[in-house]
């Protein structure tokens, strides 16, 4: 509860922030203090002190997990905010009112890690993809900022709509919003009931999938991507990306036994067609931007493992999962944002030019491909190990496998072109600190890449 | 605590390198710190070292547990003497950022030494990369023209081999019974034939890629070719033991049914390697790509071997892991001698080494009748007890292997003649003595081959343990 109100309360400040105070520094400023005061406020809760405390019949429920989530996506916030601000401060007039945005987005994130009734799950992605619309379109003088942003919310309605009929045909079916509602079993429950269950779930996975951006429903992800303004990729693709996750484990994990056998193999046929075509479409990218969002769908398609079946190991994969690769595409979008163009070419020389910056890059592409020594082997070896736990055929952790070796190709692409081909990369003049930032983070992904403990332990106590 | 001197001092050694510009200090820091770690190798053979052991990830229940028998004595042995050979012998060669060229290579040592210590399934996959990752890049910065695309074939193919052994690895420990990753807990765990032939599977595809085994060792020629020689002689000398060991350590070990149901399945394979690349090997007029193919046939000779499941030529091929290395190396450097001085690895353009450079031709002649194996060098030994073990396995197998060595002879010594007889060519008259770094190296290592050629008893008692524990149950 103390983060939804207090990031809200945080939101409504931001927005008034733009009227009196016009230095985009001190506004950044304030966005950093809101957001460690809000990680606070979170941490007060998880260890049992209360800003507010009401009832909500049910509707949200604070498990420890989510509430460690809800931190670690702030946290992120706190780091892409920490890197960004400065590019923040160049789209548009004023950033506080960006900031503001964030923060709603952070209390409907709030809200995803810790519903327990459908209603609350609607009511957390619409706080959480509003804000996203916005964001999209905040390049208000590009047209292609404008196009994303119309596309994104157009078809962003209508998968909201396709949840809303699954959350219906649910009620409809069980007679309850509840997620822990008794699921009717074949031989008591009617069978009419039954198909609407199955019809209402179906729709729902439908438009979860939309909201992660997994294939068949990722049409929207490259656009989107590619025309927004860059740093706002960054946001939707991590720390967004990671709650719309969290949700949907959350929703699943309760109710896929209604679905019964065909529940795995509709999630195996999504993955399946994720990686496929996250990392085949990947591959044949010009654009180093464009290749980053199929690059995510690829991405998102190991994240989906985790909803094979809920166990620890799951937990904790999908948490180091979204830090880890979250860290990585902040840092990778950090220094896409610096380029003059998004073409490879724009890299050539980097390494020379640059030596920090190209480390630090070579880390974050590292730990997507999920080479060892980087967080995001761990990531990539926790999601396989829940695979299998979860009762999953090897062969699945074969395909995904084979689909992680794709991915070496199109992330080692920039690799070739930073090391091993001269030129002038084109890029704007950096300030140093930017480049220990992301060293930081680099860092800070080798870290775990060694001790993923450090992150996991939390979840427990 | 003296086995982490061998990941400790390559690693120390490579991050004080980033930090030296002058190229001729960071050439003796590496030499040194190479050699100290050759010094604590020297040690190890006769102080017997304690395992090294402390959790590291708890959750996962994965420790960091290093440990040296035989198997592993003999191949850190092998690595500790390779590094400040090959840093000696390359000393004068001209790399631009020569500093960071000399890091990578410390890093891949300390991969490499890692990759023969570890006894944590887990910790054997990170040293297993740890060792490739640097390869990459010395390969691709460093290489000749087509490197880059070149490298990132030979990196994409071991990456997904060793993917599949990573899936082998989660494989095994959701079936072991502690869940844990200890070779000792992977070897106690009750498989079924067929799941021990799905884990043998995908362990294997990472060992095959590395020997490399026909028909996977297309990446390996064009790698030899155009990396730069130092980094040709760690792959070749070194890091295609890592299959080997590899076989020796875990599949052998691991799943002993699926081993014993595919021995006629791999001998074969390696026998048709061993003739296809001796035959290519024969057509070769570069160098470089000839030593390459030899070392195909070679390794594809001690796969079989091991193979067989003879206690026999298990050794032999223990032994061998050790001469070949030392063999190679010798010939990387004499051919990496001509190619600096002369610019050419093109054999036609060769001639007359013997009457410009007497020393390099006795040398040069010295590594060729060994990588023939003829009596009094160190390979005769270990091929000799190789082929008496596939003859004990299949007298056919044996007697196909056994072309190899006819033409093994025809290849090297059609080298020896192109290069070192004939006419004085224009581009040997320009050759000077070689620097004296590389002719110590060389004398010390062709000291090594007729010493272990004539006595080669040191290496057997090396090695008795890692025998005992295979075939004595």
Redesign the interface.
């Given at each position: 509860m103390n983060a939804i109100i207090v990031s809200s309360l945080l939101g409504v400040i931001m927005m008034f922030c733009s009227w009196g105070i016009k230095s985009q520094q001190v506004q950044k400023n304030i966005a950093l203090i809101g957001l460690f005061i809000l990680i606070i406020a979170n941490l007060a809760h998880m260890y049992g002190w209360y800003v507010v405390d009401y009832d909500t019949k049910g509707m949200l429920t604070y498990s420890f997990f989510g509430l460690y989530a809800n931190t670690l996506l702030f946290a992120l916030t706190f780091i892409y905010v920490w890197i960004n601000g400065d590019e923040i401060a160049k789209i548009g007039n004023t950033s506080a009112d960006f900031y503001s945005l964030f923060f709603f987005i952070l209390c409907g994130i709030s809200v995803l890690t810790s519903f327990d009734n459908l209603l609350m799950l609607f009511i957390g992605i619409e706080i959480l993809s509003i804000p996203l619309y916005i964001l999209t379109g905040a390049d208000k003088k590009n047209m292609f900022s404008n196009e994303a942003a119309l596309k994104y919310f157009l078809m962003g309605s209508f998968s909201t709509g396709i949840l809303l009929l699954g959350i219906t045909l649910i009620y409809g079916a069980t007679g309850s919003f509840h997620l822990t509602a008794p699921v009717i079993s074949i031989s008591t429950g009617f069978a009419q009931e039954q198909i609407l269950l199955s019809a209402g779930l179906i729709l729902l996975f439908a438009a979860m999938n939309f909201k992660v951006s997994a294939a068949p429903f990722h049409f929207w992800t490259p656009d989107v991507y590619d025309g927004a303004p860059t740093v706002f990729t960054s946001f939707m693709a991590t720390i967004a990306k990671a709650a719309g996750f969290i949700a949907f484990i959350n929703v699943f994990n309760s109710q896929y036994k209604a679905l019964g056998y065909s529940w795995t193999l509709l999630l195996t046929f999504v993955i399946i067609a994720t990686l496929l075509v996250g990392n085949i479409i990947a591959v044949f990218q010009r654009s180093v931007k464009r290749m980053l969002a199929y690059s995510s769908i690829a991405q998102a398609g190991f994240m989906l493992f985790a909803l094979y079946g809920k166990s620890e190991i799951s937990n904790?994969a999908i948490l180091l999962y979204a830090v880890v690769y979250s860290i990585a595409t902040i840092g990778i979008f950090a220094v896409l944002v610096k380029m003059k163009e998004n073409s490879f070419e724009a890299f050539h020389g980097l390494g020379k030019a640059q030596p920090l910056l190209a480390f630090a890059t070579t880390v974050f592409l590292?730990s997507l491909a999920g080479?060892?020594?980087t967080g995001g082997f761990f990531a990539k070896?926790y999601m396989?190990?829940a695979l299998?736990?979860a009762g999953a055929g090897?062969w699945l952790?074969?395909v995904a496998?084979?689909f992680?070796?794709i991915s070496?190709?199109y992330y080692?692409k920039i690799i070739?072109a930073m090391?091993?081909?001269a030129g002038e990369p084109a890029i704007n003049p950096l300030p140093n600190q930017y480049k220990y930032k992301l060293l930081t983070l680099a860092i800070l992904l080798l870290i775990l890449g060694v001790?993923?403990?450090l992150l996991?332990?939390y979840i427990y106590f | 605590m003296m086995l982490v001197s061998f990941l400790f001092l390559p690693v120390l050694a490579a991050v004080i390198l980033l930090l030296i510009k002058n190229n001729k200090t960071a050439q003796w820091t590496a030499i040194i710190f190479s050699g100290l770690t050759l010094l604590v190798a020297l040690q190890m053979l006769y102080t017997p070292m304690a395992d090294f052991n402390i959790a590291w990830?708890?959750?996962l229940n994965t420790r960091f547990i290093l440990h040296a028998d035989g198997l592993s004595k003999i191949l850190i042995l092998l690595t500790a003497i390779s590094f400040p050979a090959i840093l000696w012998a390359t000393a004068n060669n001209e790399y631009k950022n020569r500093n960071v060229f000399l890091s990578l290579l410390l890093f891949t040592e300390a991969g490499l030494m890692g990759v023969f210590l570890a006894a944590d399934g887990l910790l054997f996959?990170?040293f297993w990369?740890?060792a490739l990752?640097p390869i990459y890049?010395l390969c691709?910065?460093w290489g000749g023209e087509k490197?880059?695309a070149i490298t990132?074939k030979f990196?994409?193919y071991t990456?997904?081999g060793s993917?599949?052994m990573?899936?082998g690895i989660?494989?095994l420990?959701?079936h072991s019974s502690d869940h844990s990753f200890l070779i000792n807990s992977f070897i106690n765990a009750n498989l079924t034939g067929g799941q021990q032939i799905?884990a043998f599977a995908l362990f294997f595809i990472a060992f095959a890629i590395k020997m490399p085994i026909f028909p996977l060792h297309t990446w390996q020629p064009d790698a030899y070719e155009q990396s730069p020689t130092a980094v040709t002689m760690v792959m070749s000398a070194v890091m295609v033991k890592m299959g080997l060991y590899g076989i020796l350590r875990w599949l052998l070990p691991l799943f002993p049914v699926a081993f014993m149901a595919h021995t006629h399945v791999v001998v074969i394979l390696s026998v048709i390697g061993i003739l296809y690349a001796s035959f290519i090997a024969i057509r070769q007029d570069d160098i470089k790509r000839l030593i390459a193919y030899s070392s195909i046939a070679h390794i594809g000779l001690m796969n079989a071997a091991l193979f067989t499941h003879t206690q026999i030529a298990t050794q032999g091929a223990l032994i061998q892991l050790f001469s070949h290395g030392i063999n190679v190396l010798g010939l990387w450097i004499v051919a990496d001698i001509i190619e600096q001085q002369t610019g050419t690895r093109s054999m036609k353009e060769m001639g007359g080494l013997a009457k410009k450079q007497p020393t390099l031709a006795i040398l040069l002649v010295g590594f060729a009748l060994a990588n023939i194996a003829l009596p009094l060098t160190n390979s005769f030994v270990g091929e000799f007890l190789m082929f008496t073990g596939l003859f004990q396995f299949s007298p056919w197998m044996a007697a196909f292997a056994g072309v190899s060595v006819i033409l093994a002879a025809i290849y090297t010594l059609n080298m020896v003649q192109k290069v070192a007889y004939g006419a004085i060519s224009e581009k040997i008259n320009t050759m000077q003595a070689p620097n004296k770094g590389a002719q110590a190296v060389l004398i010390i290592l062709l000291i090594i081959v007729l010493a272990t050629g004539v006595y080669p008893q040191p290496l057997f008692s090396l090695t008795a343990d890692t025998l005992q524990q295979l075939f004595v149950k």
């Open positions: 904790e590292f080479i060892p020594l070896y396989l190990s299998l736990k090897l952790v074969l496998v084979v992680a070796a070496i190709y080692f070739q090391y091993f081909t001790f993923p403990n996991l332990n | 990830l708890p959750n996959y990170f990369e740890l990752i890049f691709s910065i490197r880059i990132f990196f994409i990456f997904l993917l599949f990573l899936a989660l494989f420990n959701a799905t």
